[in-house]
């Protein structure tokens, strides 16, 4: 693992130097691989605790925050002989799933997550894209300055051999502490974290359902792709939340109301008060 503090200083030099060089896309100049877990409670199976693999692009104007396997799949979408190969990969692991009984066979061909952050520093803003229900994918944007941090200076510890300094906020219905590092000068993180004197390389908030970890990271170039897919529309975060919470409630009705096909096992079950305590990452919209 190499320190970032030269590279990245020789990284902008050289930036500035071929300022004229126009390419299509930019490119990032970090790439941090995160984990990202929450638990969730999932019928029989009780609570489960789900890891997904994200990537932070990010240069000295922007960022994207997103899962790999989601823009691959994605990208097939857009055109019609990625969606063709598309179709094809879903029978193929459909018919793995059927014979075997085996959940993974799955994983390659359908979403875990729709989520995606994009962030512009000139604008001090970022962008969300994430479902909003059945069949729905919505985005919005946010400033920076939604996001009040209160950082611990004696709180210290190394992550990934990176000295790093805590903080923490409220934001959006959670208390969320942090650890970033001034080792490496980018004021961004994991989601839609950001706004610290330094790389944010770990953060967890209070009940234990959510958190980021870096994993791992390294200089880069690799291209920083726009969104492939259309199907977000422009909408407000709250109704965001709230049109998936209800979805999750009631996606047997709501499915059975659309296609007029049962999903099978009976009807959706009432939502309870422990259920509700495993929640999104923001839970303010109640």
């Known amino acids: 693992m190499h320190r970032l503090t030269v590279t990245l200083m020789l990284l902008f030099i050289t930036f500035a130097l071929h300022s004229q ?8 100049e970090i790439k941090v691989e995160y984990n990202y877990y929450n638990h969730f409670l999932r019928g029989s199976d009780g609570v489960v605790e789900r890891n997904i693999p994200f990537v932070l692009l990010v240069n000295r104007n922007q960022s994207k925050f997103y899962y790999p396997s989601t823009e691959f799949k994605d990208s097939l979408h857009s055109t019609p002989a990625g969606r063709a190969k598309a179709r094809q990969m879903f029978s193929a692991a459909a018919a793995a799933y059927i014979e075997n009984k085996d959940r993974s066979a799955m994983d390659g061909v359908v979403y875990r997550t729709r989520l995606y952050v994009t962030k512009d520093f000139a604008k001090s803003a970022s962008t969300t894209y994430d479902k909003a229900g059945m069949g729905r994918s919505g985005f919005y944007e946010e400033p920076f300055s939604e996001i ?16 790093c300094i805590m903080a923490k906020a409220d934001y959006h219905g959670r208390e969320w502490s942090v650890w970033f590092t001034p080792e490496i000068p980018i004021q961004d993180g994991p989601w839609k974290l950001c706004g610290l004197p330094g790389l944010i390389m770990e953060a967890t908030e209070t009940s234990g359902q959510h958190g980021f970890t870096a994993t791992g990271i390294e200089t880069s170039t690799q291209t920083i ?36 096909y049962d999903l099978g096992g009976g009807t959706d079950k009432p939502a309870t008060e422990e259920g509700r305590k495993f929640d999104f990452l923001e839970t303010d919209y109640h």
């Open 225 to 260: 792709y726009p969104l492939f897919s259309s199907e977000y529309e422009k909408m407000n975060r709250l109704d965001m939340l709230r049109a998936e919470r209800h979805y999750q409630e009631n996606s047997h009705a709501m499915f059975k109301a659309a296609t007029g």
């Open 21 to 28: 060089r126009k390419e299509k896309y930019p490119r990032a």
């Open 148 to 163: 009040d941090w209160v950082i611990s200076a004696d709180s210290t510890k190394m992550i990934l051999d990176y000295s």
